[in-house]
């Protein structure tokens, strides 16, 4: 056998060592890991909670929105009147007895109960105004989970696209000893540059992936442009993953949703407000008190009390009644319906955490595992020129393809208990999957390369 045969199934040689090797560390993530460690997204959660501006602009409405409270129980503001009576046309004060001076000070007093009501509707409305903060932290933070997510994947895919890049890097370095040697075609050199070419495209998606990443958790933290955000979470498969019983997260949601929480305050609040108008159907007194100065002659003083008659209260006071028992009844028939969103989009949530790590599970513990059996076999077989080697790469493009369908699926896990401890009414956001043929070109382009190689 001439010497560039020998150099050219050398190379060959060498390179399906180095495949091997390479499928092996890749298929390390079979082995069982403890769940996903998502304390380095909860440090972010909280220097987004101090830092970033809605939170505060929450707590201060919700903090100016308590104030209304005490003056909403507060007595109204007193009256003072200063009023001069002459009789005859020249100044008589002193010289005429009807001559006087007056100086009067009301004070209206509410039908005791009204104040304390109208006091504990102006809490209740305080309180609903502090669910706000609530939603907007709960919000936040999840915010914060999935952009962390949205970061690591970016950056894993980087990592792996990279590892495919060394692959077909050395892939045509082999195509073109074999093809200098005679052993190949020079289509299969090209095909190699193609799907390097390929993967460049791909990084440059990841690349931008990550950026956007970056600038998105910069705005949730509200850093600067520039600061970095390091990462040491790896998205490996054969991590746990652990989803919680149906009963015990429609409770915590139950017991955490602000929403439901200010649906049950709504309708206490009217309720209150339905008291307050049907107290309202009382009288109001005004009590007032006055000095009469007379000059020189004894002086006088008085002191009086006036009544508010409702007397038109079939058309002022008594539908305000209506309205309020009207507006505590919609009330309550939205925590219903609210209630009921929470438990079905819970379980919705539920189901797509279960999915997802059921298909987490199965990549770990069957997909990658019989990936790489696959891509063993085919370079034993190719070695033993039982199959040509497009029958390698085609394996190989379907093991770096499922790699990183399983990658977006531990994302997705991060994405979907994200969605869970939001505690919204809303739908979750479902992330679009990686098809498993995917591998960056790599699997479907594996059918182009010649047989000869």
Do not use: C
């Amino acid at each position: 056998m001439s010497v560039p045969r020998i150099r050219g199934r050398v190379a060959a040689s060498a390179l399906l060592s180095a495949l091997a090797v390479a499928v092996a560390l890749g298929a390390r993530g079979a082995e069982p890991l403890p769940p996903l460690d998502l304390s380095e997204a909860e440090v972010l959660v909280q220097e987004a909670l101090k830092a970033n501006p809605e939170i505060r602009s929450a707590r201060e409405s919700a903090a100016a929105a308590g104030e209304r409270v005490k003056p909403a129980g507060a007595l109204p503001d007193p009256m003072f009147l200063v009023n001069y009576e002459n009789d005859g046309v020249a100044f008589s004060l002193g010289e005429e007895p009807m001559t006087r001076l007056t100086f009067m000070a009301q004070q209206a007093i509410p039908f005791p109960g009204k104040l304390r009501l109208a006091r504990d509707v102006a809490r209740k409305d305080a309180e609903r105004a502090g669910t706000l903060p609530q939603r907007v932290a709960l919000s936040l933070a999840a915010s914060v989970r999935r952009t962390y997510a949205d970061l690591v994947e970016a950056r894993e895919g980087l990592r792996l696209v990279d590892e495919q890049i060394q692959t077909w890097q050395s892939i045509e370095e082999v195509s073109r000893v074999r093809y200098s040697t005679g052993l190949a075609s020079q289509q299969d050199v090209l095909r190699a540059q193609s799907e390097r070419t390929r993967l460049l495209q791909q990084r440059l998606r990841d690349g931008a992936a990550e950026r956007t990443a970056l600038a998105e958790l910069r705005r949730l933290l509200f850093r600067s442009p520039d600061a970095p955000v390091p990462t040491e979470l790896r998205l490996t498969p054969g991590h746990v993953v652990t989803v919680p019983s149906v009963a015990e997260s429609i409770a915590r949601a139950l017991d955490r949703t602000p929403e439901l929480k200010e649906a049950a305050l709504t309708k206490e609040r009217f309720d209150l407000s339905a008291d307050l108008a049907r107290r309202n159907l009382k009288p109001d007194f005004v009590a007032s008190a006055a000095y009469m100065n007379r000059g020189g002659l004894p002086l006088m003083w008085s002191a009086g009390v006036a009544v508010s008659i409702p007397l038109w209260a079939g058309e002022k006071q008594r539908p305000l009644i209506v309205e309020a028992r009207t507006q505590a009844s919609a009330a309550a028939s939205a925590a219903e319906s609210i209630r009921r969103r929470i438990a079905a989009v819970t379980e919705e949530r539920l189901i797509r955490l279960g999915q997802l790590a059921e298909e987490a599970r199965l990549d770990a513990e069957g997909i990658l595992v019989q990936d790489q059996l696959s891509v063993e076999s085919a370079l034993a077989s190719y070695r033993s020129g039982g199959v040509p080697f497009v029958t390698v790469i085609e394996a190989l493009g379907t093991y770096f393809g499922d790699r990183r369908a399983a990658l977006v699926r531990l994302a997705n896990v991060i994405r979907a208990q994200a969605d869970l401890e939001e505690f919204s009414v809303e739908g979750s956001a479902r992330a679009p999957m990686v098809s498993q043929a995917s591998g960056a070109g790599t699997a479907g382009a594996a059918g182009a390369v010649s047989p000869k190689m």
